[in-house]
């Protein structure tokens, strides 16, 4: 029986693949596939491998958008947003040579079903299945971390702007440039940093949710300025899925962030005035969500806390009239040495 959340995924891919559908009218595409398939019997691997490094240049690109809109030139910006649509169309929309023939409206998971469609359940290598089902799970977190804004596709790039475009833009492109970074480092490690909690996370955030016309949310610190290593932009990433979390689910207007430490270790906790969480809930686990959400976020929280070989833990309810909402109790090591290694199964 699978128990792990990848196996579990390995298992729904390969569920969904026995209903593939093939292009109608065109038998000469499945058999191209079945002549590759015998041409190239680890065409899996290669798919897992093609998928992975897609993935990682996304982004990558990420990243350089998100410099370009600090800086808001508009040559570099203009290429970097071609950059990242070029990204995406490879990683939704890839163009493959199969048997000769190019094929454009498949893309990169539907090929993956092709394959496994043809295979059948005996042929298939579950341990690259896995591999494409982890670099899936990233890929669409954080396209989740970046869905608080407009998509970096389609920002804008404008002739004439004013001081208040400038520093919105610039407040984005932090966020996307850490996004970006996040998702490469989870793909393969991060290397460490010290991180200042009330600048690297706390005043990032409050920058970034007072930006928009609605989902505002006042995000004050409280406590020690502490100073841990870690991976700076997946810490920042965990604190904004807590933030997102409390505004979008939870409908809070106000979240604190407050800190203390001991000689080796910072305890951090984040509290909300929103309307809570469900009593006894798996919050962490994927896909659990009570408001209609992806159950994506709190999941990629505890995966980056624990590769810091470190704890989360929550409170339904939190005792404090300030902040009722949700309470989110966080140890972490201060010292984490030169990298953080992310699962590859989970």
Known sequence: MAHTVLERLVDDLIIASRDFIWPIGRPEVRESWVKELEAIPNLLRKLAGDYESLVTSYFYELNNLGSSMQRMSLDTLENDLRSVGTCVESVGTCVESVGGRKWKAMNKMSQVNGVLNILGEAGINRYDLARIARVHLIFSEGNHDIAYMASPVGLDVPKDYDDALIGTRAVQGTHIALVGLGGANMLVFGTTSDILLSYDVAERLANLFNIGESDKLTIDFEGDSV???????????????????????????????????????????????????PDGGQIFELGVSYSGGQGLGLFFAKQIIESHKGTITAVAKNADPEYPGALFNIVLPKKNGEYIHYPRSF
Do not use: H, W
């Open 227 to 277: 100073i841990f290593q870690g991976d700076m932009p997946n810490v920042y990433r965990c604190f904004y899925n807590l933030a997102n979390n409390a505004v979008k689910r939870g409908k809070a207007t106000r979240l604190r962030i407050s800190a203390s430490q001991t000689e080796d270790k910072v305890q951090i906790q984040v509290a909300d005035n929103g309307n809570g969480l």
